[in-house]
């Protein structure tokens, strides 16, 4: 949903503008709030960080909307300003312009205009998003970035992004090659890379195609996360997808026969959200941690091969629609209590 600040002082607008988009609205599509100055539109967004857009008039009391402009440009980058003014001579247009806006339109409003104006700036803005976000998850990047680049990429806004931590609600699924390691005694260097990478393109069309991304690889492991609606349930699809892939693989034959076969721990609850590592080496990995983490990669170590194990919590989540066997109580490690743990089945 995108949400879109209206700076006007027009009192009628609020009542025209919930009318002509009442579907949008009615739909989720689009959520609007009203300031009826710049200072009031500065304060509101102060209070709601996630607006994406703001449709400014430019003749306003205690803040006009060129000052806004200007406010926005330092404070919020990411946001978009569409001015929506009677005042449509060159000079304001150009400094509008000048000071970021990223369209002009004259009132009296065509409405029309206004929806198109308006979808072509979501747009852009879910762009921008989606870059920040692919820029955001590129280790390659995070790794080795320096002040040059973070001045290239946006400057503090987008350095802060990069250091900024939060707390989530997601799933989290660790995904292990059993036994390759006796392949590495056994193989040449370049055929175990060249096997391992083969599993793991495998095993990331099916985790993308749930909409998960791959947070890192470990050895012979897969550390995946899910965010988003229905998180755990598209997890478990993912899961039960990589299974059956890695099963319907030939064999690899060399000096010996190598069957692979995975054993999975899925888990789902809070976590932190993060770049992690040493800022004085340039080396951050933006990853989660914390003990729902913990406690997938646990269930990952005690599951066989073949086996997609859960706890009980995630258990009572998904019941009505995986079909789920109950293993008993387990040990995992740095737990004092065994943990009651369930095997996906399909």
């Given at each position: 949903?995108?949400?879109?600040?209206?700076?006007?002082?027009?009192?009628?607008?609020?009542?025209?503008?919930?009318?002509?988009?009442?579907?949008?609205?009615?739909?989720?599509?689009?959520?609007?709030?009203?300031?009826?100055?710049?200072?009031?539109?500065?304060?509101?967004?102060?209070?709601?960080?996630?607006?994406?857009?703001?449709?400014?008039?430019?003749?306003?009391?205690?803040?006009?909307?060129?000052?806004?402009?200007?406010?926005?440009?330092?404070?919020?980058?990411?946001?978009?300003?569409?001015?929506?003014?009677?005042?449509?001579?060159?000079?304001?247009?150009?400094?509008?312009?000048?000071?970021?806006?990223?369209?002009?339109?004259?009132?009296?409003?065509?409405?029309?205009?206004?929806?198109?104006?308006?979808?072509?700036?979501?747009?852009?803005?879910?762009?921008?998003?989606?870059?920040?976000?692919?820029?955001?998850?590129?280790?390659?990047?995070?790794?080795?970035?320096?002040?040059?680049?973070?001045?290239?990429?946006?400057?503090?806004?987008?350095?802060?992004?990069?250091?900024?931590?939060?707390?989530?609600?997601?799933t989290v699924v660790?995904?292990?090659?059993?036994?390759?390691?006796?392949?590495?005694?056994?193989?040449?260097?370049?055929?175990?890379?060249?096997?391992?990478?083969?599993?793991?393109?495998?095993?990331?069309?099916?985790?993308?195609?749930?909409?998960?991304?791959?947070?890192?690889?470990?050895?012979?492991?897969?550390?995946?996360?899910?965010?988003?609606?229905?998180?755990?349930?598209?997890?478990i699809d993912a899961?039960?997808?990589?299974?059956?892939?890695?099963?319907?693989?030939?064999?690899?034959?060399?000096?010996?026969?190598?069957?692979?076969?995975?054993s999975i721990g899925?888990?789902?609850?809070?976590?932190?959200?993060?770049?992690?590592?040493?800022?004085?080496?340039?080396?951050?990995?933006?990853?989660?941690?914390?003990?729902?983490?913990?406690?997938?990669?646990?269930?990952?170590?005690?599951?066989?091969?073949?086996?997609?194990?859960?706890?009980?919590?995630?258990?009572?989540?998904?019941?009505?629609?995986?079909?789920?066997?109950?293993?008993?109580?387990?040990?995992?490690?740095?737990?004092?209590?065994?943990?009651?743990?369930?095997?996906?089945?399909?």
């Open positions: 949903m995108t949400k879109i600040l209206v700076a006007d002082d027009e009192a009628d607008l609020e009542s025209l503008i919930k009318q002509k988009f009442r579907q949008k609205i009615r739909e989720r599509k689009y959520e609007f709030l009203f300031a009826v100055n710049g200072k009031d539109a500065l304060d509101k967004i102060l209070n709601n960080p996630d607006v994406d857009i703001v449709l400014s008039d430019i003749n306003m009391p205690e803040m006009d909307g060129l000052t806004l402009l200007s406010k926005l440009n330092e404070l919020c980058p990411l946001v978009k300003s569409v001015i929506v003014s009677a005042y449509g001579d060159m000079e304001n247009i150009r400094t509008a312009m000048n000071r970021g806006a990223f369209d002009f339109i004259t009132k009296p409003v065509n409405f029309g205009d206004l929806e198109l104006t308006m979808e072509k700036t979501v747009k852009h803005v879910s762009q921008l998003h989606e870059t920040l976000k692919a820029i955001k998850e590129n280790n390659i990047l995070k790794m080795y970035v320096d002040e040059n680049v973070l001045s290239f990429m946006g400057g503090r806004e987008f350095e802060s992004s990069l250091m900024a931590n939060e707390s989530v609600n997601a660790f995904i292990d090659i059993c036994s390759f390691t006796s392949i590495s005694e056994h193989a040449k260097a370049d055929e175990v890379v060249k096997l391992l990478n083969n599993y793991f393109d495998a095993m990331v069309k099916e985790i993308i195609a749930q909409s998960g991304y791959v947070d890192k690889f470990i050895g012979d492991a897969v550390m995946a996360v899910f965010r988003g609606e229905f998180h755990l349930d598209r997890a899961a039960l997808a990589v299974r059956n892939k890695i099963n319907s693989l030939a064999p690899h034959e060399s000096d010996f026969i190598f069957t692979p076969k995975v899925i888990n789902s609850g809070e976590m932190i959200s993060g770049n992690i590592g040493s800022a004085n080496l340039r080396r951050l990995d933006y990853t989660v941690i914390g003990d729902t983490v913990n406690t997938a990669q646990r269930l990952q170590a005690a599951a066989k091969e073949n086996q997609i194990l859960i706890n009980e919590d995630c258990f009572e989540k998904v019941k009505e629609s995986f079909n789920c066997k109950k293993v008993g109580l387990v040990n995992l490690k740095n737990k004092a209590n065994p943990v009651t743990v369930y095997e996906v089945m399909d």
